[in-house]
């Protein structure tokens, strides 16, 4: 996977904030030589709420800090042609509207999704996937 260009799910920012199987990869793909990942905002928005839901706003305040801090590239903005292809993918999978909105990033770049979503699966041949689930 040297070289290829990464876009992260939540479901991987998580995985690798909690030791959860997985993590290694994350990290792997964080500390590349080749290219930094992205990271688009959706995935912040979920990481924020979920983790608001479970463990407080003290933890969801740091742990957006976390993500902010990691080499990646935050993509804080959509232009029309992603947001399109987003409401397609909406509109054509039972994927949730974050995971349709990380799906076009990775679409547009031409990313491969890293993700430990099983929702996902459905995007195969659409989107390029790299699940860290064993």
């Given at each position: 996977?040297?070289?290829?260009?990464?876009?992260?799910?939540?479901?991987?920012?998580?995985?690798?904030?909690?030791?959860?199987?997985?993590?290694?990869?994350?990290?792997?793909?964080?500390?590349?030589?080749?290219?930094?990942?992205?990271?688009?905002?959706?995935?912040?928005?979920?990481?924020?709420?979920?983790?608001?839901?479970?463990?407080?706003?003290?933890e969801a305040d740091r742990?957006?800090?976390?993500?902010?801090?990691?080499?990646?590239?935050?993509?804080?903005?959509?232009?029309?042609?992603?947001?399109?292809?987003?409401?397609?993918?909406?509109?054509?999978?039972?994927?949730?509207?974050?995971?349709?909105?990380?799906?076009?990033?990775?679409?547009r770049l031409d990313a491969?999704?890293?993700?430990?979503?099983?929702?996902?699966?459905?995007?195969?041949?659409?989107?390029?996937?790299?699940?860290?689930?064993?």
């Amino acid at each position: 996977m040297s070289g290829d260009c990464f876009v992260l799910d939540t479901s991987a920012l998580l995985a690798f904030m909690t030791g959860e199987d997985g993590a290694d990869q994350v990290e792997k793909i964080l500390l590349g030589k080749e290219n930094r990942p992205f990271i688009p905002w959706a995935v912040l928005f979920e990481v924020y709420y979920i983790t608001k839901q479970t463990r407080g706003e003290k933890e969801a305040d740091r742990r957006f800090v976390l993500i902010k801090e990691l080499p990646a590239s935050i993509l804080w903005q959509m232009e029309e042609p992603e947001v399109l292809t987003a409401a397609r993918i909406k509109a054509q999978f039972r994927i949730s509207f974050a995971d349709s909105i990380i799906a076009a990033t990775a679409f547009r770049l031409d990313a491969i999704l890293v993700h430990k979503d099983p929702e996902y699966e459905c995007l195969s041949g659409t989107v390029k996937l790299h699940s860290l689930l064993s």
